[in-house]
Structure formats: structure tokens, C-alpha cells
């Protein structure tokens, strides 16, 4: 099994067995699509757009490192007008 393959399967353990650590995971992700629907420009804007720009963003902040305080700089959804699923 590669070291990524291991990495998953233990942080999948543990997301698992801790139901803290599965909370603090959820509401992070679930943060990150509010602020990125925040910051969306409601002109009936594509969910999938927004949904990308808040997968990014907890990506971002996961990846970074701890020492780090700036808050990682984000593209801004393109604004469409018709909605599309």
C-alpha cells in the first residue's frame, strides 16, 4: 500500500471512530460552501460553480501550513445568468 493510500485509510479510520474529529471535518467543509455562497454573486449563479469554489477553499485551508494565518486568497465564482444544474 503506497504512504498516500496509508495516510487515507488511517484519516478515514479516525473520521470513523472520532466522532469530534468527523464533526470539526464536517463543519469545515460545510464553511466553506457558506462563505463561498456568501461571496457569490446571486445573479442565479451555477451551484456547481459554487460548490467547486468551496471545495477549493477547504482544500486550500487543509493543505496549508499551520503556521500560516492569512486566510489562503480565492478566485471569484464567474457570475452566469441563467441557473443550470
Sequence with gaps: MSELSEAVKTLKEALKSDKELYFGWQSNIAMAFVDSFSEATL???NIHEIANTAAKRF?????????ETEKPKEEKPKTIRSFTR
Design 59 to 67: 482544500l486550500d485551508l487543509l493543505i496549508r501550513d499551520s503556521n
Design 43 to 45: 445573479i442565479k449563479m
